[in-house]
């Protein structure tokens, strides 16, 4: 048999990597089994375990295709847009944003009882903050913030400032949405320097830029 050429190994791969992501966001992480991605991606366990020696790298693949989707979405416009967190509003049961947050927690929680991470984990998070950094850079250039803290940081602090709104919407449905939403706002613009806010601050504007609490 011949020697498959590396192109050939690559979208056989992430064909396998997308049928995955699919029944993963449809089951979960938990109830996900090898056979249920055999047979969505149309392959035999063998055939799997030649691109995927473990379960957990097969879900890491899943991931990276979905954030790659993502980051070649196009940068918001507008800091109400990169501020509104519109997807972790959308969290409604059966959603397929819920859905997709539920097999990251699930992952996460899995992650946190292994020794050393799956290989290739590391590369979705920077993909993720890369995006983050990629805005924010934008409105820069364009004197909407001013980056106080340098850009590293405050990408950083922006990302956890987004994980952290989304597992509240998520987790904590009794409490008032629209105060986690005003927090992260409040959060995002200045940690990054949002020059409106600055501008309402030093006029002691009694109007809160971002809206009221």
């Not at 979960?28 to 991606?41: F, P, Q, S, V």
């Not at 799956?118 to 990629?134: A, C, H, M, N, V």
């Not at 805005?135 to 340098?150: A, K, N, V």
Request: charged share 25%; aromatic share 8%; hydrophobic share 40%.
């Amino acid at each position: 048999m011949p020697k498959r050429d590396e192109n050939y190994m690559r979208k056989q791969r992430d064909a396998i990597a997308r049928a995955a992501l699919g029944v993963l966001i449809e089951k979960g992480y938990h109830e996900t089994t090898l056979r249920d991605i055999c047979r969505a991606a149309n392959v035999s366990n063998g055939a799997l375990y030649s691109y995927f020696p473990t379960r957990e790298a097969v879900v890491v693949a899943a991931c990276a295709i979905d954030h790659a989707k993502q980051a070649k979405a196009a940068l918001p416009r507008d800091w109400e847009d990169y501020a509104d967190l519109r997807e972790a509003q959308d969290m409604a049961v059966g959603t397929y944003t819920s859905r997709r947050f539920r097999l990251s927690l699930q992952f996460v929680a899995a992650i946190s009882q292994m020794e050393d991470p799956p290989e290739g984990l590391s590369l979705i998070f920077q993909t993720y903050r890369d995006k983050i950094k990629q805005t924010l850079l934008s409105f820069h250039d364009r004197g909407i913030i001013t980056l106080p803290l340098g850009i590293d940081t405050t990408a950083d602090l922006h990302a956890q400032l987004f994980f952290g709104a989304e597992y509240q919407l998520t987790a904590n449905r009794e409490y008032p949405r629209e105060k986690v939403c005003e927090a992260l706002k409040a959060g995002l613009a200045l940690s990054a320097g949002l020059v409106e806010v600055k501008h309402s601050l030093s006029s002691r504007d009694t109007s809160p830029a971002l809206g009221s609490p």
